[in-house]
């Protein structure tokens, strides 16, 4: 045999043994808990995943795989409220990968955690929150109240909710089907909300596009800031609400929804910007400001 052959199969023997090893180690999960239907459930991982998906039984039913570095997956409580909590030895830094699968009643209340995780909900109808420090967030339910946030990943939304919060430091934001309040945050990254009878939304990012696509109520109050990227508002009909648009270094695009506009210009010491403003008879106020970039507001 020669010898490049030789190397390529003692790689391939060793690569083929370092994985039959790492699966080894890590320990299946197979665990059940009975659960009532509106119960509280709150579940934390360190680094992998953890995903919950809603089925037709008061129960829970705990799948997936544990790390070698896990010390313990600890499950404490009762059928009203329930805690999963994977555990570590302390001073350990690094781990592989814990995977987390839940199964639980639709209509509990469920608080999830992330570390270095990935957090995937789908078909709850209890209020839900999910935070993770490095990760993306996935949300499919039908909650009336909703909170998700990353502090490194993208957050995506799509829920019925009558709140809606939603953060992310360093990702993108996207809403779908949320009604009510909407707030939604992010430092850098694009915020994307998609609402239906709005009353009060605010948005912010300091280096992102935001869009609101929306049907607001009459007496609406939406606040959308950003200091450099494109604001953009598309909705039905806006309002008779106090309208205060500002951009200081960009454009307000010309709207049918803008009667008056003549792309007025106004100094803010050295700069120039573009601003329109206009009373309503109602109680609220639509209001969208761009330290640097472009405002539109179209008809949808």
């Known amino acids: 045999m020669n010898q490049p052959l030789t190397l390529i ?24 808990r009975p659960l009532k239907a509106d119960a509280r459930v709150e579940v934390s991982n360190v680094a992998g995943e953890i995903t919950v998906e809603a089925w037709d039984r008061n129960e829970l039913h705990l799948t997936g795989t544990l790390s070698e570095q896990v010390e313990k997956l600890e499950i404490t409580g009762n059928e009203a409220r329930l ?9 350990t830094r690094n781990t592989e990968d814990t995977i987390l699968r839940l199964k639980v009643p639709a209509g509990i209340t469920l608080e999830a955690d992330g570390v270095s995780a990935d957090i995937t909900v789908r078909g709850i109808r209890g209020d839900t929150e999910a935070s993770t420090v490095s990760g993306d967030v ?35 934001v996207t809403v779908r089907g949320a009604r009510g309040e909407v707030r939604g945050e992010t430092v850098s990254g694009d915020v994307e909300v998609q609402a239906q009878a709005a009353r009060r939304i605010q948005l912010k990012s ?17 606040e959308a800031q950003t200091m450099s990227g494109d604001v953009r508002l598309s909705v039905p009909r806006l309002p008779d609400v106090d309208i205060d648009l500002e951009t200081y270094s960009g454009e307000i695009a010309r709207s049918e929804l803008l009667p008056g506009f003549m792309g007025r210009r106004h100094s803010h010491d050295d700069d120039e910007g573009r601003e329109y403003s206009r009373e309503g008879k109602g109680s609220g106020r639509v209001r969208l400001h761009s330290f640097s970039g472009d405002i539109v507001v179209r008809k949808k």
């Not at 805690?83 to 001073?91: G, M, N, T």
């Open 206 to 222: 300091v280096s992102g596009d935001l869009e609101l696509d929306a049907d607001l109520a009459a007496d609406a109050e939406v």
């Open 138 to 172: 996935e949300l499919d339910v039908g909650s009336k109240n909703v909170e998700a946030r990353s502090v490194s990943g993208d957050v995506t939304v799509r829920a019925p909710a009558a709140v809606t919060r939603v953060e992310s430091v360093s990702g993108d």
């Open 83 to 91: 805690k999963i909590e994977v555990k570590l030895p302390k001073r």
């Open 9 to 32: 199969l003692t790689l391939g023997l060793a690569l083929g043994a370092a994985s039959a090893g790492a699966a080894d180690r890590e320990r299946p999960i197979d665990e059940r």
